[in-house]
């Protein structure tokens, strides 16, 4: 057996996200991402049965880390609020540190031609719910609010903003610490 190159697979991988952001899931081809990643073929076959596994690993991987941080952190917080502030916070860093990243998550939600995994729809769902019954008991959140509500406001607005401002829609930058607090107040008001 082989040993394995991690220095590819980290190649592989940060490709992968690029080339998905520039041409969307089905746009993007085995043949292409090994020519960028400087592999052969053959070599992301011996790692990954098909493009599917490929990018179903890397978005499982990329946003299980981000889902059960949050789990833990709901389990241990005292207002909704603060919740709201780190996964904002968080989006705004990972933008920072790797800006074809939520782009890479963000195309891939929006493709009907890949398969979300059903892990990361339990995990959305579970924080979804622990927000909203901790929103709830502290009275941030009005007895309306539902999961899809904070789907939609929590993930996707700040998403959303953090594109807009990556393609230079923005006067201000998206690390600064008046947008997070802009931001976490707008979400806030949509949840009460």
Not at 107 to 114: A, G, K, P, Q, T
Not at 131 to 145: H, I, M, Y
Request: include cysteine; proline fraction near 3%; charge should be positive.
């Amino acid at each position: 057996m082989r040993p394995i190159d991690d220095t590819k697979l980290e190649r592989i991988k940060k490709e992968t996200k690029i080339l998905i952001v520039e041409k969307g899931y089905h746009g993007a081809s085995i043949a292409e991402l090994a020519r960028r990643a400087e592999v052969s073929d053959g070599y992301l076959y011996r790692h990954y049965k098909n493009k599917s596994e490929l990018v179903k690993d890397i978005f499982e991987s990329q946003l299980k880390q981000f889902h059960d941080f949050r789990i833990d952190q709901l389990e241990n917080s005292k207002t909704a609020k603060r919740v709201v502030e780190e996964i904002i916070s968080f989006l705004f860093e990972l933008s920072n540190t790797v800006p074809y990243a939520i782009q890479f998550a963000h195309s891939l939600v929006y493709d009907f031609e890949f398969e979300y995994p059903q892990s990361r729809q339990d995990a959305i769902n579970k924080i979804s719910t622990l927000l909203l019954k901790l929103g709830k008991k502290t009275g941030e959140f009005a007895p309306s609010t539902r999961e899809i509500d904070i789907q939609l406001t929590v993930l996707t607005i700040p998403v959303k903003f953090i594109e807009y401002s990556n393609k230079g829609y923005h006067l201000n930058k998206p690390d600064s610490k008046n947008e997070k607090s802009l931001l976490v107040n707008l979400c806030m008001k949509a949840l009460q």
